[in-house]
């Protein structure tokens, strides 16, 4: 099992990024790894909400679970996968006039992906930081500016 865990600020307000992590439908727009999100289950989104997720040119889906939902402050999910099983966390706290985002996994890879043993934490950490960081671009790039 890896662990992955980081930290990101992003110049805009927690309730805002805890929404469009939550809706993973919005993953797409920030994600460019990510195909497209189906939602599984009635809105509205919290705890419960599922989400069929499909991944780019790997056409590998991934069902996507809400296990807990305490709005804005933090979000536990569940992800499988046939390529590995996700669990963890991400907490949004008001820093700075925006928002630190952590995120904290256990992952489990399953099939030919366990043979990378101890690569797979550094390699999990890289692409979860890129992910991050795209809503972060996503996010302030859609902010209003203020003149001047």
Same mark, same amino acid.
């Given at each position: 099992m890896a662990h992955i865990s980081g930290q990101i600020h992003i110049d805009a307000p927690? *309730?805002?990024?805890?929404?469009?992590? $939550?809706?993973?439908r919005k993953e797409p727009s920030f994600n460019p790894e990510?195909?497209?999100?189906?939602?599984?289950?009635?809105?509205?989104?919290? $705890?419960?909400?599922?989400?069929? $997720?499909?991944?780019?040119?790997?056409?590998n889906e991934m069902l996507v679970e809400i296990v807990d939902f305490d709005r804005p402050q933090r979000l536990l999910t569940q992800t499988t996968?046939?390529?590995? $099983?996700?669990?963890?966390?991400?907490?949004?706290?008001?820093? *700075?006039?925006?928002t630190l985002m952590t995120w904290n996994w256990q992952v489990q890879p399953k099939g030919w992906l366990r043979a990378l043993g101890p690569l797979f934490g550094p390699i999990g950490n890289r692409v979860e930081r890129g992910i991050w960081t795209g809503l972060k671009r996503h996010l302030e790039d859609a902010a209003p500016k203020s003149p001047g």
């Amino acid at each position: 099992m890896a662990h992955i865990s980081g930290q990101i600020h992003i110049d805009a307000p927690p *309730e805002l990024v805890f929404d469009t992590v $939550a809706d993973s439908r919005k993953e797409p727009s920030f994600n460019p790894e990510m195909r497209d999100v189906e939602l599984l289950t009635p809105l509205p989104i919290g $705890a419960g909400t599922r989400f069929l $997720a499909r991944m780019g040119k790997s056409r590998n889906e991934m069902l996507v679970e809400i296990v807990d939902f305490d709005r804005p402050q933090r979000l536990l999910t569940q992800t499988t996968s046939s390529m590995m $099983a996700t669990s963890g966390t991400l907490t949004f706290s008001p820093s *700075e006039g925006g928002t630190l985002m952590t995120w904290n996994w256990q992952v489990q890879p399953k099939g030919w992906l366990r043979a990378l043993g101890p690569l797979f934490g550094p390699i999990g950490n890289r692409v979860e930081r890129g992910i991050w960081t795209g809503l972060k671009r996503h996010l302030e790039d859609a902010a209003p500016k203020s003149p001047g």
